[in-house]
């Protein structure tokens, strides 16, 4: 499965928002509900390094913000020689808030992989018994 085109200009847009003095890595996400409304996000770094926050957390925290409950695709994008892995906080946040969305996991050449939440985190925490854990 290749990554929409809409989706991921989209991302790679908002991969030029990136605020990444520390790193200078860029990253962009864009995430697309049911209805096709598409949020973006990219990475947003502190002087104090501990408080940055991913370009996928962003997104999603975002479209969280936006009244915007079903996610259906996410993509993250970054220029790296292989497609973009997100880390082991954002594979939680996935987990909880995009759980049965198709995640594109892309570089700025346009390679691109389809993956699940549980393809990231096969064993994520939940604070319940997985049936009654929270969805979007
Ligand atoms: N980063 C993301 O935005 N997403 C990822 O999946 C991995 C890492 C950011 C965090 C930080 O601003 C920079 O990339 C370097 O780690």
Do not use: K, W
């Not at 892309?106 to 319940?128: E, H, I, K, W």
């Amino acid at each position: 499965m290749t990554v929409p085109e809409d989706l991921f200009q989209a991302a790679m847009a908002a991969r030029q928002r990136a605020y990444a003095p520390y790193s200078h890595f860029q990253v962009g996400a864009a995430v697309r509900d049911r209805s096709g409304a598409i949020t973006i996000g990219c990475n947003v770094e502190n002087a104090s390094y501990g408080l940055s926050c991913c370009a996928e957390r962003v997104a999603l925290f975002d479209m969280v913000a936006a009244l915007r409950t079903e996610p259906v695709e996410l993509c993250v994008v970054a220029d790296l020689p292989g497609v973009v892995s997100p880390c082991g906080a954002c594979r939680q946040v996935i987990y909880e808030l995009a759980r049965d969305a198709v995640i594109y996991l892309c570089n700025t050449t346009g390679q691109s992989r389809a993956v699940t939440a549980s393809d990231l985190l096969p064993f994520p925490f939940t604070l319940t018994r997985e049936e009654d854990a929270p969805r979007s």
